[in-house]
């Protein structure tokens, strides 16, 4: 009983640290948004080359994730986690001594790499943690969820910053301070034996041919596909309304809050859904009701889309994790660091040629309104893909059958941390 309960603590500490770290990389990569306007103005850019802040991490996390999510299956998920989190605050911490816009800039492409390491680390470690598929798209939820919550307070303190005159790089120093502490937890904390089900090591050029496999295609396009929907909102809609001057220009000025406060908020809702209700429907369910406020917003112009845009976020808050935790479950535990990586590849590859396309149509056309065209346009082609899956279902076999060889013998008890 003594050693299920300090199991079960373990677990739980983990989880924390999990938690704590999603929430703390949020704070930087999701206040782009509101970072990208004071440095276009600071350094006097165009909107395709101020978006370098949004290109330059994305293109750090895909880069490490395709080569170097392997590691969380070759040397284990601590070392992994570990070495991803001692990249990224440091190159966080260096922001306090730049000034140039090309040195921030390759800061934020090492800090990437660093969130591509570590969070292939804990999306592996949470596979090991989980006890059903289903527990690990409940989890997964719950971790995005506290996502959601760093990608409040970034935007906030930045929003706040800026308020009292001081500089917008004060989100990286202190998200550099919580990572020293996140170091320590991971350093000190008691990681659960891995699950080994393979019988050679991972290789880096595992990744890549599991691109060829089916599972990993599907969820990697509508994970594509999700992400450039989500672009068109948390890095060009504060642009798009900054020339708003109606009746609520103190929503316009916080849109990117709100709608990450309501999409924290629908992630944890996404947990009692997912509960309920089949992922596929729940996924068509929400990646329609997304699709209909942007065409709104859209058509309806500043004024409706001062509203609509935020509201995306409830519907868009389950989308994201449930695909992700899906096309993990997809595969045995083994290869969940690479089929981790791959997938937030291919995040990272819409998240960097989405807003760039968003960014030269607007540039070209002299519009940023052409943003959230393209982002409407996505957000359907998802519906579509989602629609399929539900008329199709062609992972129902695959994903019960890895449910009993991979969780089979553990419902019901946590995994046992390392003595």
């Known amino acids: 009983m003594d050693s299920q309960a300090e199991a079960g603590s373990g677990s739980m500490l983990l989880k924390a640290i999990v938690f704590a770290m999603f929430a703390m990389f949020a704070m930087t990569t999701d206040s782009v948004g509101t970072v990208i306007p004071e440095v276009i103005r600071e350094f006097r850019l165009g909107l395709t080359a101020g978006g370098s802040f949004q290109y330059a991490t994305m293109s750090g996390i895909g880069i490490s994730a395709i080569a170097l999510g392997f590691l969380a299956d070759r040397i284990g998920r601590k070392a992994t986690i570990l070495i991803g989190l001692l990249l990224f605050g440091v190159s966080s911490a260096l922001f306090a001594a730049g000034h140039s816009f090309a040195l921030f800039v390759t800061l934020l492409f090492i800090a990437g790499l660093g969130i591509g390491i570590f969070k292939a680390g804990a999306l592996a470690l949470i596979g090991d943690l989980s006890r059903s598929t289903e527990d690990h798209a409940r989890t997964m939820n719950l971790i995005e969820g506290f996502f959601g919550i760093g990608a409040i307070v970034g935007p906030a303190i930045v929003a706040y910053m800026l308020h009292t005159g001081a500089s917008w790089k004060w989100v990286y120093l202190i998200a550099a301070m919580l990572c020293g502490l996140l170091v320590l937890g991971a350093a000190f904390a008691r990681f659960p034996r891995p699950i080994v089900t393979r019988a050679e090591p991972a290789q880096a050029s595992e990744a890549i041919r599991m691109a060829n496999d089916p599972a990993a295609r599907f969820f990697g396009t509508a994970l594509m596909l999700y992400v450039g929907a989500e672009a068109a909102i948390y890095v060009w809609a504060p642009t798009y309304l900054a020339g708003y001057s109606g009746s609520w220009t103190w929503l316009a000025a916080y849109v990117v809050s709100v709608f990450f406060v309501l999409r924290a908020v629908g992630r944890f809702l996404g947990v009692w859904l997912l509960s309920r209700f089949d992922w596929s429907t729940v996924l068509l369910a929400c990646s329609g009701g997304m699709a209909l406020l942007l065409w709104v917003a859209v058509l309806g112009g500043r004024e409706v889309a001062i509203f609509a845009l935020p509201a995306t976020g409830l519907f868009m808050s389950v989308l994201y994790p449930t695909i992700n935790s899906t096309g993990i479950?997809?595969?045995?535990?083994?290869?969940?660091?690479?089929?981790?990586?791959?997938?937030?590849?291919?995040?990272?590859?819409?998240?960097?040629?989405?807003?760039?396309?968003?960014?030269?149509?607007?540039?070209?056309?002299?519009?940023?309104?052409?943003?959230?065209?393209?982002?409407?346009?996505?957000?359907?082609?998802?519906?579509?893909?989602?629609?399929?899956?539900?008329?199709?279902?062609?992972?129902?076999?695959?994903?019960?059958?890895?449910?009993?060889?991979?969780?089979?013998?553990?419902?019901?008890?946590?995994?046992?941390?390392?003595?």
């Open 329 to 419: 479950s997809c595969y045995d535990k083994g290869r969940h660091g690479s089929i981790a990586g791959l997938l937030l590849f291919f995040t990272c590859i819409s998240a960097v040629l989405a807003p760039m396309a968003m960014g030269a149509l607007g540039d070209a056309l002299r519009d940023s309104a052409y943003s959230l065209v393209l982002g409407a346009v996505f957000a359907s082609g998802l519906v579509v893909q989602c629609a399929w899956n539900v008329s199709r279902k062609p992972f129902a076999a695959l994903l019960a059958q890895r449910n009993r060889a991979d969780y089979g013998g553990e419902v019901g008890a946590e995994a046992a941390p390392r003595a």
